[in-house]
């Protein structure tokens, strides 16, 4: 019994629990890029903030000598109205060579920015140094330490920083706005590729209801195919070609079956009326002597049909072998003809032999099974054929590198209706002379199927009345007929 897989175990499920898996790596990656971006270009620009203001404040810090006296308290009373009016948000510390504040803005009180040596190192080089530190209440500052030149000569230091409580709170709440909405995202967004995930995963649903209705009763069932190409139509057609396979099978199976059944039914109840019969009413030894005969020729016949029932199965399903070597076609045409002599003299026909090549013909074929369905074809010609009448067989090749073999005779011939259906098994142009003359229906079939395996083809033309010709192709390897003489026609 089928039952439908369980929701964790669904391919539904496993698909959205990697696209939520995936989608949420995806964005705390994309978050975490984001966030130290954003903090760079503010960083950035407040920077670009702090150097500007930097380069006024040292513009006033240059109106008046160094060397005078008050000169520097003015101008750090300057600097701090400059700041006042305005109210810029930034915090000056200026100090003198030796690293002493010579003047320091009042909204930071007791706070000194650093003087380090990465600065110092900067400064003596006279580049500009900026560097972010947090004081002992836990404020953080973004400082600038440049370098003031009074005739190439350094005077001043000034340091001008800008508090981060701002930017530190606007990154603070964007975080905290994207750990709230986040998961909700990712929920609201799993659930739409659940959405669509059932909806691609419908059309499997319904192949596979389909498939549930076809059972060994109705396998000529097959899915629907869809205009559209995608996998699923070629899943569709590869299970349909599997259908189809797989009822081929059957009907061999049944046919072989039938086959079987009705063919064997005739001689098990002969075989069974004549041991009643014999049983009952026979009276001495030769009685039941001339019934075990009769039994023994039905036991032969169920043998054979049995043998080439087999022999057909394992063709039609691939496991029809070939003992493949090399051989002369001429020599087993010659075998034949002698063979042949032996069945016609009995019936005073004339047996004909005619090799319409001028040299030696090698083939690389089964040589059993080519003799067997040779055979087939001369002892049905010589069986069909009346006292007094002729067969020939003759070897000729032809332009598409293939050897003709002919079986000819003149015998009743077949009429035209039935040259269709002659190669199915156990079919008989005229059921009762076939059963008098003997054979079990099967020898046309197992003909078919050996010259089938070699690559080969029958014709046949008849004339009812007049004879029948059963013409066999086999195909040449090139690499055994080098530097041959040109075959003569037929």
């Not at 903090?39 to 903030?49: F, H, Q, V, W, Y």
Request: aromatic share 6%.
């Amino acid at each position: 019994m089928l039952h439908r897989p369980s929701f964790r175990s669904s391919i539904r499920f496993k698909l959205t629990l990697w696209f939520a898996l995936t989608l949420a790596i995806l964005m705390l990656s994309s978050e975490i890029f984001w966030d130290r971006h954003l903090a760079t270009i503010l960083e950035g620009n407040t920077d670009s903030r702090l150097a500007r203001t930097g380069d006024i404040l040292a513009d006033l810090g240059h109106k008046g000598a160094y060397d005078e006296p008050g000169v520097e308290e003015a101008q750090c009373e300057e600097i701090k109205n400059f700041l006042r009016r305005h109210n810029w948000g930034v915090a000056i510390q200026q100090r003198n060579p030796h690293g002493e504040p010579t003047c320091v803005s009042e909204d930071i009180g007791d706070l000194r920015f650093p003087l380090n040596r990465r600065a110092l190192r900067q400064l003596s080089q006279g580049g500009t140094y900026f560097e972010t530190f947090s004081s002992e209440t836990g404020e953080r500052y973004r400082v600038m330490t440049m370098p003031l030149y009074d005739d190439d000569r350094l005077v001043d230091v000034l340091q001008v920083g800008e508090n981060l409580e701002a930017t530190d709170t606007a990154l603070a709440l964007l975080l905290w706005k994207r750990i709230i909405y986040t998961p909700l995202l990712i929920l609201l967004l799993s659930g739409c590729g659940w959405f669509l995930a059932g909806r691609a995963l419908l059309p499997l649903q319904r192949i596979t209801d389909d498939i549930r209705k076809i059972t060994a009763e109705n396998l000529n069932l097959r899915l629907p195919v869809s205009h559209k190409k995608n996998e699923l139509t070629e899943l569709s057609i590869t299970f349909n070609e599997t259908l189809e396979r797989l009822a081929n099978s059957f009907s061999r199976i049944k046919q072989f079956t039938g086959d079987a059944s009705h063919e064997l039914r005739t001689p098990l109840a002969i075989l069974k009326g004549e041991t009643e019969v014999s049983l009952r009413w026979a009276k001495g030894e030769e009685e039941l002597r001339q019934t075990l005969a009769s039994n023994l020729e039905e036991i032969e016949r169920m043998e054979k049909i049995t043998e080439g029932l087999l022999h057909l199965a394992k063709s039609e399903s691939g496991e029809f072998h070939l003992n493949l070597s090399v051989f002369s076609l001429n020599d087993l045409l010659q075998d034949l003809y002698i063979h042949s002599k032996t069945l016609s003299d009995p019936k005073k026909i004339e047996t004909i032999l005619q090799m319409q090549v001028d040299h030696e013909v090698f083939i690389r074929a089964d040589q059993m099974h080519l003799h067997r369905a040779l055979l087939n074809f001369i002892t049905n010609a010589i069986k069909y054929t009346p006292e007094g009448g002729q067969v020939i067989i003759a070897l000729a090749l032809n332009d598409e590198q293939e050897a003709r073999i002919h079986v000819s005779d003149t015998g009743m011939g077949i009429p035209a209706e039935h040259l269709p259906h002659i190669f199915e098994r156990f079919y008989r142009v005229d059921e009762a002379r076939n059963r008098n003359i003997g054979g079990t229906g099967l020898g046309l079939s197992i003909v078919k199927a050996i010259i089938t395996a070699h690559h080969g083809r029958i014709r046949v033309l008849s004339t009812p009345g007049q004879g029948s010709e059963f013409i066999v192709y086999l195909p040449l390897d090139p690499a055994l007929d080098t530097a041959t003489p040109a075959a003569v026609s037929a």
